[in-house]
């Protein structure tokens, strides 16, 4: 196995072994903490310019197959494991981990020290690093390729959305009966995320990015869905100028993570940087209505700046804060109390992850059907 190096831009360097694509890449540098799923988390387009560590100790024992992928190439800007697994074994697996990330491209690094690696980003925070193998790349010494690290672009005013947002408008038929016509803005959206509103009788046209409100209210839907995403929120006023066109014509709403934090920009709410985010699938939040607990899949890097205290003045009148996750207190949801809108900050649809959210979705198909 080739010599390679995780550089992060504090200077702290990791060595390791190649795995995956030979070369180098930039990003920003982030873990996650799911010991399942790493198939959905590579195809997450939220992932975007984002070289993932997985806590987990043993990555690839299932290969990979055609089904559970979340879009149609691997995201990830790179990708940094502790073991990787010798052999697939799996009765759905079509192939090897390592296999897929050579093909497509994928710069990644097997290294010791994983625990190293997400404790230091735990008490630093995320920042930007490179993952740099093969002679061509090491010959530089690691004073340098900190230095290339630090020129690289960093995650704070990146617009990414329009990036991996489909760029052609398609459909997601409706499982059964019609019930309900669904306008959803791609901003990153996993595949099975229309799926889960199809299983309740949605027809689900997914939209580019870009979509202005005109465009989406042209389909005159039952509701309107803006999905995951990556990137700053702030750097996506195309997304706000959308959903407030959306807001102002009375349209049902739901929004997941990335639309979540679109929502809030709509509201007249701020955004801003986590410190090093979250990203698995055992992040704990809880509705402030009822005080259900739910544990949930989670991967982004900025939340909504929301007084938490009470109801807070919107343009569409009064909003509040519907969920808090209980690890560090971040909003985790907004909602109007006088319009069908609100939005969740983690991801319902369950890819990878527990099914504890699940009933977001049936939630918003009532909504849908109260306003006919």
């Known amino acids: 196995m080739n010599p390679a190096l995780l550089v992060l831009e504090d200077g702290r360097v990791f060595h390791g072994v190649a795995y995956g694509a030979e070369g180098e890449t930039f990003g920003e540098m982030v873990f996650n903490t799911g ?64 296999s897929a990330l050579r093909e497509q491209g994928v710069v990644g690094i097997a290294i010791p ?66 019930r309900y016509t669904v306008a959803a803005v791609d901003l990153g959206i996993k595949s099975m995320t229309p799926y889960r509103m199809s299983e309740r009788g949605c027809e689900v046209h997914v939209l580019p990015a870009t979509s202005t409100a005109e465009d989406i209210l042209a389909l005159d839907p039952d509701g309107v869905f803006f999905s995951n995403g990556p990137g700053d929120p702030a750097a996506a006023d195309y997304a706000v100028a959308a959903l407030k066109g959306v807001l102002d014509a009375g349209k049902p709403f739901f929004g997941i993570c990335f639309g979540n934090q679109i929502f809030g920009r709509a509201l007249g709410l701020g955004t801003y940087k986590l410190r090093f985010g979250h990203r698995g699938i055992n992040q704990p939040v809880q509705d402030r209505a009822t005080g259900k607990v739910d544990v949930s899949a989670h991967n982004h890097g900025f939340a909504v700046d929301a007084p ?17 996750n209980l690890n560090d207190g971040c909003v985790e949801g907004l909602r109007l109390l006088e319009r069908p809108a609100f939005s969740v900050q983690y991801h319902p649809e369950a890819a990878a992850g527990p099914h504890d959210a699940s009933g977001l979705f049936d939630r918003f198909c009532e909504l849908m059907e109260a306003s006919k």
């Open 113 to 178: 020290g994983t625990r190293a690696l997400t404790r230091h980003l735990r008490d630093k925070g995320a920042m930007r690093a490179g993952i740099f193998s093969g002679p061509d790349a090491l010959a530089a010494g690691e004073e340098a390729l900190v230095q290339r690290v630090l020129q690289s672009p960093s995650m704070e005013g990146a617009d990414l959305a329009r990036d991996v947002s489909t760029t052609e408008p398609y459909v997601v038929a409706a499982q059964g009966e019609k």
């Open 35 to 98: 010991m399942t799923g790493y198939q959905e988390t590579l195809t997450d387009p939220s992932y975007a310019r984002q070289i993932v560590a997985m806590t987990s100790p043993h990555i690839g024992n299932t290969g990979i197959n055609a089904e559970d992928p979340e879009s149609g190439r691997i995201q990830v800007a790179g990708y940094v494991v502790r073991e990787p697994a010798r052999v697939a074994s799996n009765w759905r697996a079509t192939g090897s981990l390592g």
């Open 308 to 324: 938490a205290d009470g109801p807070f003045d919107t343009p569409y009148g009064p909003g509040e804060v519907s969920h808090v």
